[in-house]
């Protein structure tokens, strides 16, 4: 019975297969809580600089730093869209992807240009495939983000935005609410919204606010200085975000796979176990109805 | 009687590197040393490249800050550096390395300007961890 060895080999495998899903979906689980804890490591720094910057702000007053600056006309926009460097992950990638074109549609449709910084080679692969404008495509970065990298992406649009060539940027990520829920996000990375960065957006306790600092040199500066850093850490914070969510999205992806590894596996051994049964009651039955022939001989 | 310490906390983008009280901490602004105690009036300012100083009663704390800022206010010191390391976690033989490989780089590409300046940088970062490194 040849057909009952190819489901034979099949079941084999089907198995195979789940163990390697299932080591994917531990290792994610583990990973999850590393990236998890990065994200909490990164808070303190993330709060306290937009507590800074909002005392700078309040000093020196709105709209005096380029990178606050509401470009007149808005023509060129970048879009950068952060997905990851593996598959596996369900949909994980293609929500970030399909956002950022849901923007691209609707910047064009007013006459925009825009362009793409991709972070990710998922990502990249795709925008290159669909044949977007990509002005540069970051593939190397690893699941577990440095500030390094996150300025990487920084300057590059930090540079494009002082210089003019570009009136606004849109990073789109992952956000990560739980291990079982991941929210596509769409943030303004610049210019940097005013209400981020006095009150509001920060956690400034009761009473700090009314402190009158000292700067040195003095609060342009400063405000210069600090500004592209926020940016950075804005970026960083969203590269985080992103690589937990991975995580989890690629958890779920193989937990589905394992669990669908295990009851195909059920019906492959049902099917098998019955045609099993059935060549031996053919067998049974062919011997016995010789034994007939014999004795009526 | 005000707090006789001052609380110190540093942070990096990826941690917190050190939290601490403090008799006094001194730090290289870009301005020139600037040394911190308790009651110190509120003041923002960026950090050079440079080596931190937390003394804490007899104990003296060495940090390598690798640029960043500082904030003071209602007694607490805050340093968001860029990088930052205690002076006991630098590992000696990377940055040695990382020494010789920028000062290499450096006698070799005299040509491009942008490219030794960079290397310059780096080599100074070298430096100043292998600096602090020897002092923890």
Known sequence: MSKARAVLSRIKSVESTRQITKTMEMVATAKIKRAQSRIEAARPYAIKMVDVLNSVAQHVGAGSHPLLEVHEETKNVVIIPITSNRGLCGAFNMNILRRSEAIYREETAQGREVSFVAVGRKGAGYLRFAEYNIIAAHTEFTDRPTFIEAKAVADEVVEMYQEGSIDKVYIVFNHFKSALEQKPTIHQLLPVKQAEISGGGGEAEAGGMSVEHEFEPDAVRVLYDLLPRYVNTVVLRALMESAASEHAARRIAMKNATDSATDMIENLTRWYNRARQAQITQEIAEIVGGANALQEA | ?136
């Open chain 2, 1 to 136: 009687m005000a707090d006789r310490k001052l609380l110190c906390e540093v942070v990096s983008p990826e941690n917190i590197v050190y939290s601490g009280e403090a008799d006094m901490v001194v730090a290289l602004g870009v301005e020139g040393e600037l040394g911190i105690m308790p009651q110190h009036i509120p003041i923002v300012t960026p950090l050079a490249l440079g080596e931190l100083r937390i003394f804490n009663g007899g104990q003296r704390e060495f940090v390598a800050v690798l640029g960043g800022y500082l904030e003071f206010r209602e007694n607490k010191l805050t340093i968001l550096a860029d990088a930052a390391e205690l002076s006991h976690e630098i590992d000696i033989a990377r940055a040695e390395a990382k020494r010789i490989a920028r000062e290499h780089e450096i006698a070799e590409a005299k040509a491009s300007g942008k490219m030794l300046l960079e290397a310059e940088v780096s080599l100074r970062k070298a430096l100043i961890r292998l600096r602090v490194a020897q002092k923890g």
